[in-house]
């Protein structure tokens, strides 16, 4: 029996809500194609697979607690491209926290993160 590929806005939400809120880096290496372009306005840095499950293993162990909310998931009718708007709340290892928010797109093939298209992002929540 064949498991059903998962939609790119599933992946996305997977993602975002269980592999960052939950920390879960088993479900990190499911969703990571063999490599992940990630865009910044100016730059493209391409991960191995083993590369962007510990980018989010280093990123996690510098905080606390880290929360992501989707306030918007647009899919794209390709379903391959998912966008989000996200606030997130970083809780720091002194238990301050910051809140910041961000926009990134996702190219997701055969169930799998390959692109991520991110603008930076700001301090403070979405308005």
Not at 34 to 57: I, K, N
């Amino acid at each position: 029996m064949t498991v059903p590929t998962r939609s790119a806005r599933e992946v996305v939400e997977l993602y975002n809500l269980v592999v960052w809120n939950e920390h879960d880096l088993a479900l990190a290496e499911e969703l990571f194609a063999d490599t992940v372009v990630r865009h910044e306005v100016g730059e493209a840095r391409t991960l191995t697979h083993a590369e962007a499950v510990q980018r989010v293993a280093d990123t996690s162990a510098m905080f606390e607690k880290l929360r992501f909310d989707l306030n918007v998931v647009v899919a794209g009718k390709d379903d391959e491209h998912v966008a989000i708007v996200y606030d997130s709340t970083i809780t720091n290892k002194d238990g301050s926290e910051v809140a910041i928010g961000s926009i990134e797109v996702f190219r997701v093939v055969d169930g799998r993160i390959t692109e991520v298209w991110n603008c930076g992002y700001g301090q403070g929540v979405w308005q």
